[in-house]
């Protein structure tokens, strides 16, 4: 599977942004696993943001973007996105799609629980 991560950019504090993550693979189809949106700024660990489970859609989110970040998902697209609103500068990172390994579990938030990284997006908050 293959995971493109899209929509990125730079804006201004207070901004919004909507990022995109279109699966693409043989057979492979987002309705059968949980969806991860990770992080990672220069120098710093790659942290959980969002993630989606695949039966039900319960969404999970870091505590630093509940309220603002919300995570969705098209089936029919094979498209994960995340909607972010109130955008800080400390939001400035690469942002990475994933898949969770295993779908018998809640939503993970160490990212060893997940596999096929896309390639990332860069997100740029300017104060």
């Known amino acids: 599977v293959q995971l493109q991560a899209s929509g990125g950019g730079l804006v201004q504090a207070g901004g919004s942004l909507k990022l995109s993550c279109a699966a693409s693979?043989?057979?492979?189809?987002?309705?059968?696993?949980?969806m991860g949106w990770f992080r990672q700024a220069p120098g710093k660990e790659r942290e959980f943001v969002a993630g989606?489970?695949?039966?039900?859609?319960?969404?999970n989110y870091a505590d630093a973007v509940k309220g603002r970040f919300t995570i969705s998902r098209d089936n029919a697209k094979n498209t994960v996105y995340l909607q972010m609103d109130s955008l800080k500068p400390e939001d400035t990172a690469v942002y990475y799609c994933a898949v969770q390994r295993r779908a018998t579990i809640p939503i993970a938030k160490n990212p060893n629980e997940y596999r096929s990284w896309g390639q990332g997006t860069q997100v740029t908050v300017s104060s």
């Open positions: 989606i489970t695949w039966r039900d859609d319960i969404t």
């Open positions: 693979g043989r057979r492979f189809s987002i309705s059968s696993y949980h």
